[in-house]
Nanobody
Framework: QVQLVESGGGLVQPGGSLRLSCAAS????????MNWYRQIPGSERVKLAT???????DVADDVKGRFTISRDNAKNTVDLQMNGLRPEDTAVYYC?????????????WGQGTQVTVSS
């Protein structure tokens, strides 16, 4: 079965850094684009970054220059390096991919990891 497991969240001071990791299993990771999203309670889940199977990346403007997405196809992991963290970055962060079931693509999500930026 498809499984995505995030780790690395926690409490960090403003200006600090954190590295999130997502371990993937149950599908052909190397063929799949991977994404990071975040969600503040009471609001919509927002896409932060995506990385193609070959490593091409796209990062949302709000976090461009501070967040970097990367993947290791040999380890089936995708990471999100977060630098210069701000209180408004506080959210639950999710790893995501889309996979096809017959002709229909559907999203798969990790359990989420809490990131809190506070003094």
């Amino acid at each position: 079965q498809v499984q995505l497991v995030e780790s690395g969240g926690g409490l960090v001071q403003p200006g600090g850094s954190l590295r999130l990791s997502c371990a993937a299993s149950g599908f052909t990771f190397s063929n799949s684009a991977m994404n990071w999203y975040r969600q503040i309670p009471g609001s919509e889940r927002v896409k932060l970054a995506t990385i193609s199977p070959t490593g091409a990346t796209d990062v949302a403007d709000d976090v461009k220059g501070r967040f970097t997405i990367s993947r290791d196809n040999a380890k089936n992991t995708v990471d999100l390096q977060m630098n210069g963290l701000r209180p408004e970055d506080t959210a639950v962060y999710y790893c995501n991919t889309f996979l096809s079931i017959l002709t229909t693509r559907r999203p798969y999500w990790g359990q989420g990891t809490q990131v809190t930026v506070s003094s």
